[in-house]
């Protein structure tokens, strides 16, 4: 039973990660070109950080790490642990093994056929990815089991209906249509959701089975030319993936590492069997797809349906004299993956600490040159880079984290264990992060994106303005688009921002307005990064020094002593006026007489009035100088922990585990984010007295946000 809000009347708006509709706060160029004019002039140590991140050395190591699969739980994650692991080391940061025990599914076998009245099988899919000569890690066992982590097994024969995206909306407009999904096996595009809400959609249409393909309209021939000839999806390729119900709660469903003897049901509100399909679930090309889109019968799908196939697309059911037969045997098993955990120790006493964390994955579908590993080689190029400003004498006063995680494709598995272990607790080194900087896929494309936490916006456009876009050679701040999307879920900062309250950023260089074409294939290799993806290896440099310039001004040097947080809650509080708009819109007159916005903007005020305090007494501190330590550790403290105010003790609706008031992924989107995440998901529901006591919830966290930057001696945490 999934016991959260009961659809209606869907009207949700589905965003997904790559959207350019997708939820953002928007800076505005101007405002980005002023903050990074008026940023800091590069210090010592940033200088000499900016020039060690080098592209043969990024190079070499992407290379390193993408020359076999390393797929979470298998020796080749384990390999890659130690790998990198001994590269902190090599750096001279001290870094260790984080085993984290978890459920792990991997591929046996599987058929997808369709097959006439007398059961003999009139064609099949090929269900394999094509070795290609010019790719020299294609010709792999996995290219021949392809798969969605945590599908159950089964065998299904059942017609096929065609529900595009797998959204609400679609399964509603097949319900129209009279098209019925009940018993059948529902066949989906991917795009707009995440994988995993898809299966859940399907699963609560009565769908016996579910198969997601990849239309070239998404990310293949409809883009651009196809690997190896251009960067997109080929006709064979596979996007594997997991399909758990991430907006659900994420991490490990089993949670097997629980602190305190917690159980799932605690942490998240559901049992392992409601966090992960109960029908079997498989992915397939466009290739394979044809196949079964070609033989559908029914009405002519609305144009919202259409991709990019040379077919007629059709609703379904498959035509009378077929049938479909489908079969995947999967293998469950408990076991560990490997984070890495490398620190650099602060010289704050302990108490006043305020670490920072930078964090990427590291296992992947399969070779993962782009996602995740461009990201790791990244990662490697920061621990270099301060590595060496520590040889030269700097140290932080803000200890650093630089963590490579595994278990991310399956569900943000090692992310979410390390950060629930150590975020509870008074002496957990979490209680007091004052942010968590993610790169996942470090490289995919040319354009600079990023989602996080408004307050930390100035900063990340003056850190923009010391590092050159590396095809126009012009400072990146003139290239960014100024939008600062909301963080909803999809990668590791998840577990920092919605459970946490730390503040966060995700950053990339990618396409566009799309996914990049080979993600979750495995053609997401070596060949295709340094002939498609980032042939000279010079915006994996870039990324690292960004990385690293906003670590160093997070982290502050023992040289410069302790500044004020270079925070800026000004832009937090017109985020949230945004927000407030945004929700006040998306209603019709009728709807908005049933609401009562007023605590929030009342709330929202106060926010910007404390923010604006907070800004002035900052100016003071600074002007004050050294004599102000004391202020200044009282100041930052406030400063630093205020996000954690954001959270509700007792989680969204539905969905304890996302905490955040401001922020979550879209309950029926997944990777994209929703504002006010209680309120407007309550508004599409149409349960207004829900909508109103979520309004009022979630003014009182802005109220105490307020109230804990103006009262010294308040310390606000859940
Ligand atoms: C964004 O919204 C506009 C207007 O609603 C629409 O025309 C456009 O296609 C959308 N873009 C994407 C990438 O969905
Ligand atoms: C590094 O980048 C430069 C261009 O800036 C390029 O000429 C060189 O070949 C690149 N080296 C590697 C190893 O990719
Ligand atoms: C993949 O499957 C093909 C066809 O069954 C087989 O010839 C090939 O050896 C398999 N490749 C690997 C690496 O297992
Ligand atoms: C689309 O399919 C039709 C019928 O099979 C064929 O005649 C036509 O040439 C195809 N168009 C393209 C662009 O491939
Ligand atoms: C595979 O190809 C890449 C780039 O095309 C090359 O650098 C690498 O050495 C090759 N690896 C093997 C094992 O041949
Ligand atoms: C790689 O660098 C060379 C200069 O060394 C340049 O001519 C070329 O355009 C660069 N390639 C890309 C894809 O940026
Ligand atoms: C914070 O951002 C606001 C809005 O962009 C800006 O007006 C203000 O000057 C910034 N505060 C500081 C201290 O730079
Ligand atoms: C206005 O919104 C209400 C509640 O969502 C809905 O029932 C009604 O149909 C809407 N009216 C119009 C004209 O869109
Ligand atoms: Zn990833």
Known sequence: MLHFLVLTLPVFSSSCTLDGNASHHDLGREAVRKMSQSAAGLSWEESVFLDIPSNASARASLEFITRKPHVAGTPGDLHMAQYVRDAFQRAGISAELDPQKVLLTYPISSALQLVDGTGRVVSAAKLAEDVLQTDNTSDTWWRNHTFNAYSPSGDVTAPVVYANFGLPEDFAALKAAGVQVRGAIALMRYGKCFRGLKAMNAQKAGALAAVIYSDPEQDGFAKGS???????????????????????CAGDPTRAYAPHGMDVEE??????????????????????????????????????????????????????????????????????????IGKIPGTLPAELDQPVVLGNHRDAWIFGAADPNSGTAQLLEVA?????????????????????????????????????????????????????????????????????????????????????????QKPLSEQWSGKLYSLGSGSDYTVFIDHLGIPSLDMSFTPGNAQYGVYHSVYDSFTWMATEGDPNFTYHVAMSQVWGLTTLRLAGSTKSGNLPLPLNLTIQAQAIQGYIAEAQESLNGTAQRKLWFEPLEQASEAFLRAAQHASAEADRLRRLGPSAFHEVVAFNNRIGLLERSFLMESGLPGRKWFRHCLQAPGLYTGYGAKTFPGINEAISAEEWDLAQSQIKACAQRIEAAAASITEPNRFITV
């Open 226 to 248: 196809v690997y190896p000839y251009g960067p997109w999806r080929p006709e064979s390729s596979v996007q594997r993936g997991s399909i758990q119900f991430i907006s659900l």
């Open 267 to 340: 942490l998240c509100g559901y049992s392992e069997k409601e966090l992960i399909p109960q029908i079997p679930v498989l992915p397939i090309s466009y290739g394979d797809a044809a196949i079964f889109l070609d033989s559908l019968g029914g009405p002519e799908a609305p144009p919202s349906f259409r991709g990019a196939l040379n077919i007629t697309y059709r609703t379904g059911p498959t035509e009378t004299k077929y049938k479909v037969h489908l079969q995947v045997a999967n293998h469950f098993q408990s076991s560990p993956v490997w984070n890495v």
């Open 384 to 472: 270099k880079g301060l590595g060496e400003l520590l040889q030269r004498g700097w140290r932080p006063l803000r200890s650093i984290f630089l963590c490579s995680w595994s278990g991310e494709e399956y569900g943000l598995l090692g992310s979410t264990a390390w950060g629930e272990v150590n975020g509870d607790g008074q002496r957990a080194v979490l209680k007091r992060a004052l942010a968590y900087l993610n790169v996942d896929v470090g490289v995919s494309g040319p354009h600079f994106r990023v989602a996080g936490t408004p307050s930390l916006a100035q900063l990340l456009a003056g850190v923009l303005g010391h590092v050159r876009h590396p095809e126009s």
